[in-house]
């Protein structure tokens, strides 16, 4: 990866850091479940609204390392107007970008969650930036337990 990207990509993650978007609790949600990773003591809670098979609405609260909460951030932006297929897609497209052996993740696909690419190459924090999307696919699957990535 070249410099300069790395450091548009660490500028992005800052800011959701920062300035967490979606960042609240949601009255009525359809799904809740919480998400934690013991590894870095992330935690949060996820929220949707879904109107037939479409995420209306994503949001969250909780309390993490800049990498878990910039991830959770970013996802809730992705994902709202997606249907729950296609979220699906995105958490295989991601989990490939993170964790994936070969480097043909679909780039165009995965969109602005690219900023998060880098943790592959340090893989005690993969699950910091795995862990809301994890936590997505229980949501999605309607399993409202809570949830971990040990
Ligand atoms: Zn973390």
């Not at 967490?20 to 479940?33: G, L, S, T």
């Not at 609204?49 to 309390?63: L, R, T």
């Not at 910039?70 to 296609?86: F, R």
């Amino acid at each position: 990866m070249f410099d300069d990207l790395r450091d548009l990509y660490q500028e992005v993650i800052f800011d959701h850091n920062r300035n967490p978007r979606n960042f609240r609790v949601m009255e009525n949600a359809d799904r809740k479940v919480e998400g934690f990773n013991p590894l870095c003591g992330d935690r949060l809670t996820l929220f949707l609204k879904i109107n037939g098979d479409v995420i209306e609405e994503a949001s969250f609260q909780g309390s993490g390392c800049a990498i878990s909460t910039a991830s959770v951030s970013l996802m809730t932006e992705i994902i709202k107007g997606k249907t729950e297929a296609e979220a699906e897609e995105l958490f295989k497209q991601f989990h490939e970008m993170t964790t994936g052996k070969d480097e043909h993740f679909n780039l165009e696909a995965i969109g602005k969650l690219a900023v998060l690419a880098g943790v592959r190459e340090y893989p005690a924090r993969v699950k910091c930036a795995t862990l809301a999307w994890h936590t997505l696919d229980a949501a999605l699957k309607n399993e409202q337990q809570s949830i971990s990535t040990e």
